[in-house]
């Protein structure tokens, strides 16, 4: 009694073609010139050999097959996915964690300054400042105020030493 892959040729060819591979198939058979009912004799070293037909038909399904990725592949792309995963977590809490130390650092060094007042006690007027002698003339005492200022030499700024 014959086994069943003996007497069912076509999956001994697939097998065979499998492992040829399907470039090889078809470099075969642009390599040797024939008719579709031509046997390939290198395929399959036992009688019967499958024909160029046979081989056409199977590099035309295996073109239009999904690759299918082996374990290895897949196992190799999950642990790619979850290390980029665990990295972009890793960064976001670390910004969050230097974040968190930045406001406790702000909030501390507010807490140990002081509060200082920043504007005098005084309430703030309108009132233009008057000379504090009244034997001093005006231009004297706002000499600084007109003259800081000025480029060119005037009447007032020559007049106080500029």
């Not at 406001?103 to 920043?118: G, I, R």
């Not at 309108?126 to 007109?146: F, G, K, M, R, W």
């Not at 800081?148 to 007049?159: D, G, N, R």
């Amino acid at each position: 009694m014959r086994s069943d892959t003996a007497t069912r040729p076509e999956t001994v060819w697939q097998k065979a073609l499998h492992v040829r591979g399907r470039e090889w198939v078809i470099a075969e058979l642009k390599r040797r010139p024939g008719q579709p009912r031509d046997p390939l004799l290198d395929v399959v070293f036992e009688e019967p050999h499958p024909t160029r037909e046979y081989c056409q038909r199977w590099c035309a399904e295996e073109e239009n097959h999904f690759h299918i990725f082996s374990w290895s592949t897949v196992a190799a792309g999950a642990l790619l996915v979850i290390i980029i995963v665990c990295a972009m977590h890793a960064v976001s809490s670390r910004s969050e964690q230097e974040a968190e130390q930045t406001a406790q650092a702000l909030a501390t060094a507010a807490a140990n300054v002081s509060p200082t007042p920043l504007i005098s006690s005084a309430p703030p007027t309108n009132d233009i400042p008057t000379p504090s002698s009244s034997n001093t003339p005006l231009a004297a005492t706002s000499v600084p105020s007109i003259c800081a200022y000025q480029s060119y030499p005037t009447a007032q700024c020559s007049a106080a030493g500029q």
